[in-house]
């Protein structure tokens, strides 16, 4: 074990440490363990997919996600680009864009499914599973680096694995005072910190916290060998991550400045290993985030994309719901902190994970739309703190309680205990996908005050609406537009290839602009010149109508500048007249 979890000692001078005694040793036995235990993660979190595809009566569509749907089919879009193009367009908004945008991921997965023929849900399951073993591996190699005792290493990734917050408390407040909506819903919702929850919807996040594990695990190891081929492992690893999620360098990148402080402070000299490192890290990896930083400076539509992050407000909780949000885990992790050591005893392990932890309480906040996906990877070290404070804070306590239990039962019951203390969040998570999915497969869309429908709401499709969407693909091209209510717009992209004009939060130009144009279009009371000037505008192709733009009360049939060309039940297709529309 690591001398952060015993008795603090003198480090040995960093010149003396050799790669292999940097280097983790773990056996076959142990990688058969951790893949064992993120198997069973998976088993875990596939139950509500499991069960909808089973329980989904013939009249609908499960469309194979648990949660997420307008961010999900935004990827999907990049994928069916990505098979025929490497830089791809924003189908999501009805105005003509630049195909700019590179995602590694998105990119590979879309040729596998045009080299396959196998769809987006195929593939989407596919990468939760293996973003789920490769995320266990990962947090596994870390602990290695840290703790030498096997039970120790489990623990730590185990905590990593299933640690939530306490937004459990949160959802008894809200049936205990009958209140209508949960306070600080992203105190439970936030996904980058939670393996958990990543690991049930989000695998892009799942691979990105390995991805940031693995880049780091490197970093320490380079620092303890001094060996730059390390550098050059890590630097590759950073490249990868920066081509899947670019604005994860804002964690790297600072993990790896606050540690070399660290490490001149202890040794009152400069860095040098970590300064070579640092370089080589960024001069690697920071081209991915130099191109996505232009194209949203010299393309007016992948600019206006990025200014409208802030319509989902999703920012980092406030500093007093970081308890809430992060859990017991997180606590302990925060108590395990050495503050009486004196500096020059802390070894490069110590000082690392201090680094890596309390990096994170300053780049959550910086001034950046996206700074709440900066939370990700803070499970990790956090998992790795909490299991040294179990150790050094609780089970001396609970050994002087229970002399005769052998330390091993003892360490093992706590663990135990620990893990259930975490997990209740989610648990709650697990559960409510499938109340959620099971409303929403009723067609039960949730109307706010101002009578939008959740688009989030619509896990199902109606067999009419996929037949109308298959026509829709059959006879477009990429350029085409097609108008559409949200609920059903965010899926137009991904599934027929044709651009949307209203289809996602962030991705539609002038988006709630974008959604009054649908109101009002599908409102009878809106002249039809209005009408015209909108399908004109915005050069739109096709009109998809389903019975939420029925809800408005509008009949299309009447116009003589539409032609019904798709009709099934009461969902139907109308093509644009272009010259009687204009």
Not at 4 to 21: E, G, M
């Amino acid at each position: 074990m690591s001398t952060l979890a015993a008795k603090a000692k003198p480090a040995a001078p960093v010149s003396t440490r050799s790669s292999s005694q940097s280097y983790p040793r773990i056996t076959g036995r142990e990688w058969m363990l951790v893949v064992g235990i993120a198997l069973a993660l998976v088993l875990l979190t596939s139950l509500p997919y499991i069960y909808f595809y089973l329980r989904t009566p013939p009249d609908k569509q499960f469309m194979g996600l648990a949660f997420n749907i307008a961010d999900h089919f935004q990827y999907f879009s990049w994928m069916r680009e990505g098979q025929t193009q490497i830089l791809v367009p924003n189908q999501l908004t009805p105005e003509n864009s630049e195909p700019l945008l590179f995602n590694l991921l998105w990119l590979v997965l879309g040729r596998l499914e045009g080299l396959t023929g196998l769809d987006y849900a195929f593939w989407y399951q596919f990468i939760r599973v293996g973003a789920t073993i490769f995320a266990g591996i990962s947090f596994y190699f870390f602990a290695s680096i840290v703790f030498t005792n096997v039970s120790k290493r489990i623990s730590a990734t185990l905590i990593g694995m299933l640690a939530g917050g306490l937004g459990w408390l949160l959802v008894v407040e809200k049936y205990v005072r009958d209140i209508p909506d949960l306070n600080s819903p992203f105190a439970i919702y936030t996904c980058e910190p939670n393996t958990f929850f990543t690991a049930l919807s989000f695998p892009h996040f799942t691979i990105a916290a390995g991805l940031i594990t693995l880049v780091l695990a490197f970093v320490l190891i380079g620092q303890k060998s001094q060996s730059l081929r390390y550098a050059w492992i890590a630097a590759v690893l950073a490249l990868l991550l920066s081509m899947q999620h670019a604005y994860d360098m804002f964690i790297i990148y600072p993990v790896i400045g606050l540690y070399a402080l660290f490490i001149w402070l202890r040794d009152r000299r400069f860095p040098m290993y970590l300064f070579k490192l640092g370089i080589i890290v960024v001069l690697i990896s920071m081209w991915p985030a130099l191109q996505a930083y232009y194209i949203t400076t010299a393309d007016p539509v992948w600019k206006g994309v990025l200014a409208q992050f802030d319509n989902a407000g999703a920012w980092t909780p406030a500093p007093w719901l970081l308890p809430i949000l992060m859990g017991l885990a997180w606590l302990m992790a925060i108590w395990a902190l050495d503050i009486k050591t004196p500096w020059k005893d802390r070894d490069d392990t110590h000082l690392f994970v201090m680094a890596w932890f309390l990096s994170h309480f300053v780049v959550i906040y910086l001034p950046l739309n996206f700074q709440i996906h900066l939370l990700s990877g803070w499970q990790v070290v956090g998992g790795v703190l909490a299991t040294i404070g179990l150790f050094t804070r609780v089970l001396p306590w609970l050994q002087k309680r229970f002399a005769k239990t052998p330390q091993p039962v003892l360490w093992r019951r706590l663990v135990a205990v620990f893990l259930l203390l975490i997990i209740p969040t989610n648990l709650y998570l697990l559960a409510w996908r499938f109340l959620d999915l099971n409303r929403t497969q009723r067609q039960e869309l949730y109307v706010d005050a101002a009578g939008h429908a959740d688009a989030e709401a619509r896990y199902f499709l109606r067999t009419t609406e996929v037949a109308a969407l298959n026509y829709i693909e059959a006879n477009v091209t990429s350029t085409d537009v097609v108008l559409s209510t949200h609920d059903i717009g965010q899926y137009i992209p991904a599934l027929t290839g044709a651009r949307s004009f209203l289809g996602h939060w962030a991705q539609t130009l002038n988006f709630f602009d974008k959604r009054a144009m649908v109101e009002a279009f599908f409102n009878p009371e809106t002249p039809d010149t209005e009408r015209q000037r909108i399908l004109s505008e915005f050069n739109v192709d096709y009109v998809l109508m389903t019975p939420e733009a029925a809800n408005f009360g509008y009949d299309p049939h009447s116009a003589d500048y539409l032609t019904e060309v798709f009709a099934d039940g009461s969902t139907f297709v109308f093509q644009v007249n272009a010259a009687a529309s204009s």
